[in-house]
């Protein structure tokens, strides 16, 4: 039997698995401290610099009069919090009609933008007729023309329009930058739909209408949602045009009303400033913390497809 045995283990066709060593401390500490520092470090510093300006706003707004001023202890602490800027910032200010006004104004411009960027995006991404593609083009490029050329035009037609001071003159003039880039970014989105399904639907008798309603936008929803808080972004942080059509305090956005209701010359409120800064950028950020994924698989689809 030994010698049975010797003879099968020496056959030239097996192959015995090596065993394997184990790893040593040293060579596990070496690869999380080489995972360390091209991952976890990079991270660290990026998420730093990224909530930084959040973390001085907050700190800020919570300091006292005295505390702001007082050079001698470190500007990253708090020693006596207090709440009274956000209390002068409400009682003494307009600063609840600024937050009211600029909600009214980037939800209803967003909304505007959304449905005529959904139809005209749709469209260009699946109707085939002469010119489309330098349609598309073109509303790029409209996009890219500065607000600084836009805004004379622009003031001329508020002012025959008598809208002034009213927010139905941001409404009516915010789409005209919302609109060509969110039917830019939902043309790739809708290209990337498989056009099978749509016509699939064709053949079973939906119309035209039904087909794009009841499969293509809700196959295309984070491209939807994504353009959506690309649109409400640059609605609710806009300046240059609530600056030039709003001059009554009570009619004012967030942006603006900061600016010029709480600086004068050379005297900052940074207390108020701060406080201010900070709510404005509140809802933004809380938008982007629920459709965070449905953003980032939208501007990805987006910018790959078409």
């Excluded at 349609?135 to 002034?164: C, K």
């Amino acid at each position: 039997m030994a010698v049975q045995s010797t003879a099968t283990s020496a056959q030239p066709g097996v192959i015995r698995p090596k065993a394997r060593k184990p790893r040593s401390g040293r060579v596990i500490g070496d690869k999380f401290v080489g995972r360390a520092i091209r991952i976890y470090i990079p991270l660290l510093a990026l998420l730093a610099v990224t909530l930084f300006p959040f973390y001085w706003m907050a700190v800020t707004s919570f300091k006292s009069a005295s505390e702001l001023f007082d050079f001698s202890v470190s500007p990253l602490w708090v020693r006596e919090p207090t709440l009274a800027w956000y209390q002068h910032l409400f009682t003494q200010t307009n600063f609840p009609h600024w937050a009211f006004n600029t909600a009214v104004v980037a939800i209803v411009s967003t909304l505007i933008s959304l449905f005529c960027s959904v139809l005209a995006g749709y469209s260009l991404a699946r109707l085939r007729y002469r010119g489309a593609d330098s349609i598309g083009w073109g509303i790029f490029v409209t996009y890219l023309v500065p607000p600084t050329l836009l805004f004379l035009p622009l003031t001329f037609v508020i002012r025959e329009l008598h809208l002034f001071n009213n927010l139905w003159a941001l409404i009516l003039t915010y789409p005209t930058f919302l609109i060509p880039f969110c039917t830019w970014m939902l043309m790739g989105f809708f290209k990337g739909i498989p056009r099978e399904l749509e016509e699939a639907a064709l053949v079973d008798g939906a119309t035209r209408i039904q087909a794009m309603l009841r499969i293509a936008i809700p196959l295309a929803v984070p491209g939807i949602l994504a353009a959506a808080l690309f649109a409400f972004t640059l609605s609710w942080n806009e300046f240059l045009y609530s600056l030039i059509f709003l001059n009554d305090s009570l009619v004012k956005t967030i942006p603006v009303g900061v600016t010029q209701e709480l600086i004068h010359g050379d005297e900052f409120f940074w207390g108020e400033l701060m406080a201010a800064a900070l709510l404005g950028s509140v809802p933004v950020a809380v938008l982007y913390s629920f459709f965070v994924d449905h953003f980032v698989a939208g501007m990805t689809a987006g910018a790959v497809k078409g």
